[in-house]
């Protein structure tokens, strides 16, 4: 699309689930502005993420916009293309297509305290770049969207194929081949059974077991299809019945510890029950607690690991070399193709954007230091920036576009009032900010997360900076009704 101005009303920065949601509240409120996106088509994590096995780990109905139900979900859990068609649909839908410039990478934002405007250096695919200026700065980048590559030592030098999960080449071929995968998180559980169906030799690498419950994936038949398409009701209840279920898990990894122990003994029975293997059970079964770190959900992953052409290996990876990866024990295990499923950075995202705020601030180094944010929306010192999906509104039990349907009405109110009250800028009070982390802090000393093992959660310091500690209902309580006492309009 053509640029029709210099200036606009708002920036939204990326086209995920955040993104196009906030793009469809602003439509709605009659405002200007542009979707700035760097790949050559929208839909974030779900254009990105094509390995085998992608899908979502929250039931799909609940796993969408609450103003746009999906009755044509084809099971519980939608598999990632079909994420990535519902997406598609919203753009067209709410005729986002014609704000959206992809292939527009913004490589500098300085904000301007004179004017309340933010600066945007913006290159295209091509390598021009252009300047433009906005009153909103709005990223909807994800927090799951930089990769994490390990530093192995000759892992440069492999070579054979490498593969990110979240860079996987559709075309690619695991047929007949000997494959390493390391990592067995979210992506790895998902990966690792379709891999092994095909491989010659699947070897997994694990540095540390990861608690597995029963998925329970079901396809949908024609009949339930049909009746949520014609009674909208039936699949507005089935959403209700599922956000209840696992709203109740954020009492079991934060205040209910006893909670934790049911949930504890249904993945234990799971893996008793799918591992008859004592010695490959017992590779499998955590040390930590349940919810230290994410737990997964799968019906294949154990079975995957039954077959005879697959190992797990539970040596650390020493080092690796052009046709191996060798462990400490100094075993070599000979791979064609190296799958990385070695999950993302929480704040990656912001620490590359160079967004530079008062008095020179830069997000990035801030974010380096300690993700301080109000709400996961604002950042102090930085006046007309907002995040969807910032630091600490993650969830390890539900979905997450409950979280940004209240970002974008925290941000939808912010900009109201602003106008209102004929202000150019509006910035959360840095005094309050320190006060809402220690709460977070309090909350999140009590939580799963913070019972002994080494989570993502955490930062260098030990301060989550990643989850929402409490329930979906309690954020957008706050986030759907803000306290504008808490912001400076000037």
Not at 314 to 319: E, G, K, L, S
Not at 447 to 460: D, E, F, I, Q, V
Request: aromatic residues 8%; charged residues 20%.
């Amino acid at each position: 699309m053509a640029w029709d101005s210099e200036h606009h009303e708002a920036v939204i920065v990326g086209t995920g689930f955040s993104g196009i949601a906030m793009g469809i509240a602003l439509r709605a409120a009659g405002r200007e502005f542009v979707m700035l996106e760097k790949a050559a088509e929208v839909g974030g994590v779900w254009r990105d993420n094509r390995y085998p096995g992608c899908a979502s780990d929250v039931p799909a109905h609940l796993y969408s916009y609450s103003f746009e139900p999906n009755p044509y979900w084809s099971q519980t859990y939608a598999p990632s293309d079909e994420i990535q068609d519902y997406l598609l649909f919203c753009v067209e839908k709410y005729h986002l297509r014609q704000h959206i410039h992809t292939g527009s990478t913004v490589q500098q934002a300085i904000y301007n305290e004179a004017t309340g405007r933010w600066t945007l250096t913006v290159a295209s695919a091509w390598g021009s770049t252009r300047q433009v200026t906005t009153d909103a700065l709005i990223l909807g980048i994800g927090a799951l969207h930089e990769p994490v590559i390990p530093e192995i030592p000759g892992l440069p030098d492999f070579a054979g194929e490498v593969r990110h999960t979240a860079a996987w080449d559709p075309g690619m071929s695991v047929l007949s081949r000997r494959v390493g995968v390391i990592g067995t998180g979210s992506s790895g559980v998902q990966v690792i059974p379709p891999l092994a169906e095909d491989a010659e030799q699947l070897s997994v690498f694990q540095r540390s077991p990861a608690w597995v419950l029963p998925r329970g994936n079901e396809e949908y038949t024609e009949e339930q299809v049909d009746r949520f398409e014609r009674h909208p009701s039936s699949a507005q209840a089935l959403r209700a019945i599922q956000r209840t279920q696992l709203e109740a898990r954020s009492l079991a990894l934060t205040t209910q510890p006893a909670l934790r122990k049911v949930l504890t003994a249904q993945a234990k029975r799971h893996l008793q029950k799918s591992v008859a293997d004592k010695a490959l059970r017992a590779k499998l079964t955590p040390s930590d607690a349940l919810g230290c770190k994410r737990f997964l959900m799968s019906d294949a992953y154990y079975p995957a690991l039954m077959r005879d052409t697959v190992e797990v290996v539970t040596d650390a990876i020493d080092h690796i070399e052009p046709d191996a990866i060798v462990t400490a024990s100094g075993q070599r295990h000979h791979v064609d193709v190296l799958v990385l499923a070695t999950g993302f950075d929480p704040v990656g995202s912001y620490r590359d954007l160079s967004i530079a705020g008062l008095r020179g601030r830069v997000l990035g180094r801030e974010f380096a230091r300690d993700a301080e944010t109000y709400l996961g929306v604002s950042a102090p010192h930085f006046p007309n920036l907002f995040m969807l999906l910032g630091p600490n509104t993650l969830l390890g039990h539900s979905s997450e576009v409950l979280m940004v349907e209240a970002q974008v009405a925290l941000v939808t109110s912010l900009l109201a009032e602003r106008e209102r009250r004929g202000a150019t800028s509006v910035a959360v009070r840095p005094e309050i900010v320190p006060g809402f982390l220690a709460d977070i802090d309090r909350r999140s000393a009590r939580s799963a997360w913070r019972s002994g093992c080494t989570s993502w959660y955490l930062n260098a310091q030990g301060h989550n900076r990643t989850l929402w500690p409490g329930s979906v209902r309690e954020y957008e309580k706050r986030a759907t009704k803000p306290e504008f006492v808490d912001y400076v309009f000037a």
